[in-house]
């Protein structure tokens, strides 16, 4: 078993080096010639096989380690070490390398709970992905493409029909003109589109305001991009914008402001008065703000308003958007960033980086998706506004405080009728005991004690799942 070894940079070939975890960019290589170079400089032949293809090479290179990672010893242990000759050999405990910027972040709270859910047959209301499929016509719009033999690599900021149906969807939400190819940029989910932005526009020591709770990958992604992170909190029961909080916390520093409406966990939807208040903040300070914008269509009580259509605001706005979330399909990932040349610039440069380009089948899908005439988006708003009913007057009558959602698919409660200390107490026995999944949001603020009393139900889910969830609840969990 060799150790963990590096490349160096030759200019005519790579060298394997002794170097343990030096990390520098190799030339490059086809599979085989790397072979034959490999042996030809180190005269090693164990721990890489003699072969006759590039692919059986290339399952045998050791793996190249990075370096500066910490090397905390945690409990989880690793799987049996596979030898060459396919055999499990069980070694000594090796502990979880991870770097230092990731260290405090775990495995995320919506891969535990559905963990938790399969192993106790639990019904989930908590991760917010639908348990119905997407429309028919998406779909085959998407074999179609395949068919059509649109299968390769798309254009690394999209393919251009969707760039152009982006544009399009913007104008007729927002009334703004933007240039398809300069100022919108396809990406693989909005969650992507997040990370582009972070990495390609904020430099390490930026300060950067989030409203807690937040969607769990904004902290780690700030903390990727090596960003200071400002928090200003959002209570309930109406979760409004403390404005004169998040005034006092600007400082010279202040980069960006990072906002979601409507906005997830909590259901709540920026007033224009509040937008107003942000936008006049930033463009007295000279602050971008990054807007993510991807339940604008599950809206329920007021009208979507884009902080880039106010005036000043959109030379500072990054929109962004995503699919799946307005049309059942989360596991396609396709996402976008809308965004002036200049700093459509920097988001790109970080996207060609990261993913360069995202599915193309199902980037020409998504275009035929996002030209859907507007009666969808009316049949969509309707049967979500049903399944919202079902489950807040549900939760209501289980004994809930249940507090307003005016968008998303998310409602909060207050979970301390029911006796137990804490949001993940109460939700570890909501699945063992009740069989009913949620999520708690203490992992969604940057001071977990905020979110304590606080847990998240989703209503993505068909109307028997929603109702066989509130009788579950009603039988089995007693106010104390």
């Known amino acids: 078993m060799l150790h963990p070894v590096s490349f160096r940079y030759n200019p005519s070939h790579c060298i394997w080096t002794t170097s343990s975890h030096e990390m520098l960019r ?9 072979c034959q170079t490999l042996r030809k400089n180190t005269g090693i032949n164990s721990g890489v096989n003699s072969v006759t293809n590039s692919s059986c090479c290339i399952s045998r290179i050791p793996p190249i380690m990075a370096s500066g990672v910490s090397t905390a010893a945690t409990t989880q242990q690793p799987p049996p070490v596979s030898t060459q000759n396919g055999s499990a050999q069980n070694t000594a405990p090796q502990p979880l390398q991870v770097a230092k910027r990731l260290e405090k972040f775990k495995t995320t709270i919506f891969t535990q709970m559905s963990s938790l859910a399969i192993k106790h047959g639990a019904i989930n209301l908590g991760q917010g992905f639908p348990n119905f499929d997407g429309p028919e016509f998406v779909k085959e719009a998407a074999i179609q493409a395949i068919r059509d033999g649109k299968n390769q690599y798309a254009r690394g900021y999209g393919v ?8 399009e969807r913007f ?6 003109v933007v240039d398809p190819e300069n100022e919108v940029t396809v990406t693989s989910g909005c969650t992507e589109a997040i990370a582009a932005t972070m990495l ?3 430099n390490p020591g930026d300060e950067v305001i989030v409203f807690a709770p937040f969607y769990d990958s904004y902290e780690a992604t700030l903390s990727m991009a090596g960003a200071k992170v400002k928090c ?18 600007v400082s010279k520093n202040t980069r ?9 966990p909590t259901g709540k939807m920026f007033t224009r008065e509040e937008l107003n208040a942000i936008a006049s903040l930033c ?14 269509k599950l809206v329920f009580e007021m009208d979507h308003i884009s902080i880039a259509s106010l005036p000043g605001m959109f030379e500072r706005t990054v929109t962004l958007n995503s699919l799946g979330k307005t049309f059942s399909l989360t596991g396609w990932k396709i996402g976008w960033a809308i965004a002036p040349p200049h700093l459509t610039w920097g988001v790109r440069q970080a996207h060609a980086f ?16 996002l030209r859907a005439p507007d009666s969808y988006y009316e049949e969509l708003k309707r049967d979500y506004n049903a399944k919202k009913t079902i489950l807040v007057d549900g939760l209501k009558s289980v004994g809930f405080t249940v507090y307003p959602s005016s968008g998303t698919y998310f409602v909060v409660v207050d979970h301390t009728p029911f006796g137990l200390e804490n949001d993940i107490a109460f939700c570890e026995y909501l699945i063992k005991e009740v069989g009913v999944v949620a999520i708690p949001t203490s992992v969604f603020y940057l001071n977990p004690e905020d979110g304590k009393n606080l847990v998240r139900f989703t209503f993505c889910k068909d109307e028997e799942t929603l109702r066989s969830a509130v009788e579950r609840m009603k039988e089995k969990l007693k106010k104390k």
């Open 26 to 34: 190799p030339c490059i290589l086809k599979p085989y010639k790397f």
């Open 160 to 167: 251009p029909d969707l760039n152009s149906a982006v544009a």
């Open 171 to 176: 104008k007729k939400d927002t009334g703004l």
């Open 200 to 202: 390609g526009l904020i």
């Open 232 to 249: 200003v909190t959002l209570r309930p029961p109406n979760f409004s914008v403390p404005i004169d909080e998040l005034k006092s916390i």
């Open 256 to 264: 960006a402001i990072l906002m979601n409406t409507p906005h997830n």
């Open 283 to 296: 463009i007295e300070n000279d602050i971008l703000v990054f807007s993510d914008e991807v339940y604008d």
């Open 354 to 369: 990261l993913t360069f380009a995202t599915s193309t089948p199902m980037q020409h899908a998504a275009a035929t998706a």
